[in-house]
T-cell receptor
Framework: DAGITQSPRHKVTETGTPVTLRCHQTENHRYMYWYRQDPGHGLRLIHYSYGVKDTDKGEVSDGYSVSRSKTEDFLLTLESATSSQTSVYFC??????????FGPGTRLTVL | DAKTTQPNSMESNEEEPVHLPCNHSTISGTDYIHWYRQLPSQGPEYVIHGLTSNVNNRMASLAIAEDRKSSTLILHRATLRDAAVYYCILRDNNAGNMLTFGGGTRLMVKP
């Protein structure tokens, strides 16, 4: 299995508070991705990174920011969480091949 | 963006073959066809991918129509562990090879 961990695995927070989710990999892969998944839907890309300090927006980036200061860590930040950001968040990694490896997910609830 | 169309759900009997269809009539010449699956409470898992020719691996086979407007994922002998949501995805060759997930097909396997 690809070495991907996500933390925290579960979080409950209140509207308006900042939240940071962490994705950590031990594979030294170049590409890292953040997706969200809402009930009954497939995953939607939030942001991705193609190297240290190199990031770009995905399909649903509004309200989210990311940072990648080290190869192994990709952080997703919700500056001021809203109830619409209640979701399951998945991180994925990829080297130069085609296959993306996904982490176990973080379930975030914003009250 | 190229899109895919899949049936919402399918049923299969254990140890029988399963054919999961996918239509992608707007596929471009450089789009790869990817299949991922997502078991309950887990992140997606890569299954197989192809461009023009049929592909086989240890998990499944991918049959691609000659005009590339449709494809079929074939599980040769379904097991209970194959019960999952299967996503057919056209990979964007630009923008970091991001994956755009649709609704997928929920496969139920009966003992």
């Amino acid at each position: 299995d690809a070495g991907i961990t996500q933390s925290p695995r579960h979080k409950v927070t209140e509207t308006g508070t900042p939240v940071t989710l962490r994705c950590h990999q031990t594979e030294n892969h170049r590409y890292m991705y953040w997706y969200r998944q809402d009930p009954g839907h497939g995953l939607r890309l939030i942001h991705y990174s193609y190297g240290v300090k190199d990031t770009d927006k995905g399909e649903v980036s509004d309200g989210y920011s990311v940072s990648r200061s080290k190869t192994e860590d990709f952080l997703l930040t919700l500056e001021s969480a809203t109830s619409s950001q209640t979701s399951v968040y998945f991180c994925a990694i990829r080297e130069t091949g085609d296959e993306q490896f996904f982490g176990p997910g973080t379930r975030l609830t914003v009250l | 963006d190229a899109k895919t169309t899949q049936p919402n759900s399918m049923e299969s009997n254990e140890e029988e073959p399963v054919h999961l269809p996918c239509n992608h009539s707007t596929i471009s010449g450089t789009d790869y066809i990817h299949w991922y699956r997502q078991l309950p409470s887990q992140g997606p898992e890569y299954v197989i991918h192809g461009l023009t020719s049929n592909v086989n691996n240890r998990m499944a086979s991918l049959a691609i129509a000659e005009d590339r407007k449709s494809s079929t994922l074939i599980l040769h002998r379904a097991t209970l562990r194959d019960a999952a949501v299967y996503y057919c995805i056209l990979r964007d060759n630009n923008a970091g090879n991001m994956l755009t997930f649709g609704g997928g097909t929920r496969l139920m396997v009966k003992p």
